[in-house]
């Protein structure tokens, strides 16, 4: 059984779109940058990773990245698609819940307001390593912060203001180091429910579509069958913890034996390789990897 992947947010680089254009797809980029008033192809060729770093710029960048290798790899039977944070909107346009021009339209919002929320106060987010689970909990609510991401596989992202995300790092909770992330806000949070009012506002202008595959939820891990349900669920994640650990959790359940990662691609087959090592793994990082990727969905039932 086959799952597609979409990371989030921290996974863009620099250049990354590059490998993916030619002449028809820099007319679809060229068409989606119009049409939600972004150059998507400056910022995925020559920006700076301080540009791209950018909440505004680098959500609806990895869309538009994950939107493209999907189309490359060309894949019309998977049974199971999700996305972390910001790839749950390209996994709703994969799994047809969204044309990808809502797709874009949506995380434009969405990345717009989540800036303009993070702006209004000092905070940010950090990751734990390790450690064991209860104590790293622990340490992390005694200081008033939130487990903003249960990634599983070791990892917690906590969220809050940076005077109490710079008590964190110095001192981590045994057995664990802490590294600060190199983002705007303390996303998946309190900070964040302006954002949720705005993007929840701006959907009903959006066509919902039923998936045609099993749509995994970051709120929870399960599987959602329902397209206006799915797009609810994400457009209140902004302000609630993303538990990827009970996506991985579902994986397993439904018997998926193989994923692929879709561009920028690495983050969750690394997180998976750690937490289920039974599921095979397949990152799809440039074009040239299309062919071997082809080949990994028909072993694992797609096509």
């Known amino acids: 059984m086959l799952a597609l992947l979409f990371p989030g947010q ?73 996305g972390h944070s910001v790839g749950e909107i390209t996994a709703a346009g994969v799994s047809g819940v969204l044309s990808p021009a809502h797709a874009l339209e949506l995380v434009r919002q969405r990345g717009i307001s989540m800036a303009k929320a993070a702006s209004q106060a000092e905070t940010g987010m950090a990751a734990v390593l390790g450690g064991d689970r209860n104590e790293v909990l622990n340490a992390i609510n005694e200081l008033e912060l939130i487990p903003a991401n249960d990634n599983g596989a070791g990892q917690i992202v906590a969220a809050g203001s940076l005077a109490q995300i710079d008590k964190l790092v110095e001192n981590p909770p045994t057995g664990s180091r802490v590294r600060a992330l190199a983002v705007a806000g303390a996303f998946h949070t309190h900070y964040m429910q302006s954002a949720v009012s705005h993007v929840a506002g701006y959907v009903e202008k959006v066509s919902i579509n039923e998936p045609t595959s099993q749509l995994l939820s970051n709120k929870d891990g399960t599987v959602v069958l329902n397209g206006k349900v799915a797009i609810d ?71």
């Not at 439904?254 to 998976?272: D, M, N, Q, R, S």
């Not at 440039?286 to 990727?293: F, G, L, N, Q, R």
């Open 233 to 303: 669920r994400i457009v209140n994640q902004i302000a609630n913890p993303v538990r990827w650990d009970l996506c991985m959790e579902s994986l397993v359940q439904l018997g998926v034996t193989g994923v692929i990662e879709f561009p920028p691609a690495g983050t969750l087959v690394g997180l998976l390789k750690r937490a289920t090592p039974g599921i095979e793994s397949f990152a799809l990082k440039s074009p040239e990897d299309i062919a071997a990727a082809r080949a990994f969905a028909i072993k694992h039932g797609g096509a």
């Open 10 to 82: 921290g996974s863009q680089t620099p250049g990354m779109l590059t490998p993916w254009l030619d002449e028809a797809t820099r007319k679809t980029v060229a068409n989606w940058s119009l049409h939600i008033d972004l150059d998507l192809e400056r910022l995925g060729t020559i920006a700076s990773a301080d540009e791209i770093k950018d909440t505004a710029n680098a959500q609806p960048l990895i869309v538009a990245a994950g939107l493209l290798g999907a189309s490359a790899l060309g894949l019309t039977k998977f049974s199971v698609v999700a």
